[in-house]
């Protein structure tokens, strides 16, 4: 018998796994690939390593025209070499499991289902959880059932980040961040990349003028942007991929990446044993992030939002709420004890205590060149829920900063208010600096700031942020 069992030690789970065994609970935490997720070693960080290096190629070209000339050669070498020794450590977990047991938790590597109500079985083990199971296990790439794919040495963005040597031609297939963030990536490195994408627009859960400009940018870089074309059939010949599409349309490269989403693979958890439906695309969860009573999920699983920041964020609900029912469990009314040992505020007094979720101000940036950073509502989103919707718009390029640093059409501020509340829905930022600009519009968005009183700030100048106010003097 042990307190909590937690299965899937990515970001969010490992971050609940160590902070209720640095608590007191006795947890046992379960990890079949690496402990600490996609982000430390496909994602949030080998990525922007590399978006980074690529970023830097760039800017050095932009010194003819500025202050003088500049020659650069790209060379991957020291990219891949980056990735594998400071971020990576080659793809081992070692410190991240030390880590983990430092804390005080029990580490299982395995294959985790449950067995039961309040039961997790690992081959041959199998742990009764006293105050409950959360599962952190992510979501996987979800591959789309195209004619002649399966079998094919095909890319997903793992096999993107880990590669030693570039091909000299890549088809991206898929127009959304991730696509699009590697696409711009390996042009700049010299790769001859194409992007297809199912749908009218790249980005497309984004504004469209976010869409236009990303698209405008990869295009400047040499990257032949397709839409509006559907894959149907794939072909490799050993050398190289054929894609067929729409319309008669084909595509060859050397390699074929393939970002198309990502799904949740629940079939695999034994959900039916405490009947939950495995069928679903993601966990379901409520604001507490409970799937059930004595179940939790975090992170990508929930279906919430791909992101490191959602993951922890849910992350410090589940640790109050589980905290909160050992408490209750244990017949302690006194909030400090164990519910109370996560982090002074952080400690649960009561029920009504525990945080509960919301996603009205979700950030999210796209870390092209130039970065588009969004949060809440786009304006299609706001008018779908009937919204008296009001915008504001300004290009970059019109401010002091954007005139400075020559921007041109590449940017913009575009804000969505509530016209009948006086107050921001949703809010997009693309520019050289889009998602640091985007920190002020989350605030304004997520603590419901008064328009009006976003017009009496003071913004600095010259910024990229004092486009804001260049912003919200045109809403209407």
Known sequence: MVDVVVVGLGV????????????????????????????????????????????????????????????????????????????????????????????????????????????????????????????????????????????????????????????????????????????????????????????????????????????????????????????????????????????????????????????????????????????QRFLPVDDRLRVTDGIWAVGDVTGEGAFTHIAMYQAAIVIADVLDHARHAHGTPDPSGTANMVGGAMGAASEASVPRADYRALPRVTFTDPEVGAVGLTEHQARQRGINVQIGFTKLGTSSRGWIHQVGDDGFIKLVADANTGVLVGATSVGPAGGEVLSGLVVAVHAAVPVIQLRRMIYAYPTFHRAIEDALRSLK
């Not at 402990?35 to 932009?62: F, H, L």
């Not at 650069?72 to 070499?81: L, N, T």
């Not at 005080?104 to 985790?112: E, L, M, S």
């Not at 059939?233 to 991929?241: A, E, I, K």
Request: hydrophobic fraction near 40%; charged fraction near 25%.
């Open 12 to 279: 969010g789970g490992e971050e609940v796994a160590g902070r209720l065994a640095e608590a007191g609970l006795s947890v046992v935490g379960i990890e079949r690939d690496l402990v600490g997720g996609e982000c430390p070693y496909w994602g949030c960080i080998p990525s922007k390593m590399m978006i980074r290096a690529a970023n830097a190629i760039a800017e050095a070209r932009r010194v003819d025209g500025l202050a003088g000339t500049a020659q650069v050669q790209p060379d991957w070498a020291p990219v891949a070499k980056r990735i594998r020794e400071e971020a990576t450590d080659n793809w081992d977990d070692r410190v991240a499991v030390e880590r983990f047991t430092g804390r005080g938790g029990r580490f299982v590597r395995g294959d985790a289902r449950l067995d039961g109500p309040g039961r997790v079985r690992v081959g041959e083990q199998v742990f009764q959880a006293r105050h409950g199971i959360v599962f952190g296990t992510g979501t996987k790439p979800s591959v789309p059932p195209i004619d002649g794919l399966a079998g094919t040495p095909y890319w997903t963005n793992h096999q993107a980040t880990e590669v030693a040597e570039l091909p000299e031609s890549l088809l991206v297939l898929g127009g959304g961040a991730i696509g699009l963030e590697l696409a711009q990536v390996f042009v700049r490195f010299g790769v001859r990349v194409t992007v297809v994408e199912a749908l009218d627009r790249v980005l497309a859960i984004e504004e469209p003028e976010a869409s236009e400009v990303a698209a405008a940018a990869l295009r400047a870089d040499g990257v032949q942007i397709h839409t509006g074309v559907k894959a149907e059939r794939v072909s490799h010949d050993g050398q190289g991929f054929t894609l067929h599409g729409s319309g008669g349309t084909e595509f060859t490269a050397e390699r074929l990446l393939v970002v198309t989403g990502r799904r949740a693979h629940l079939e695999e958890l034994g959900l039916d044993t405490v009947g939950l439906d495995a069928k």
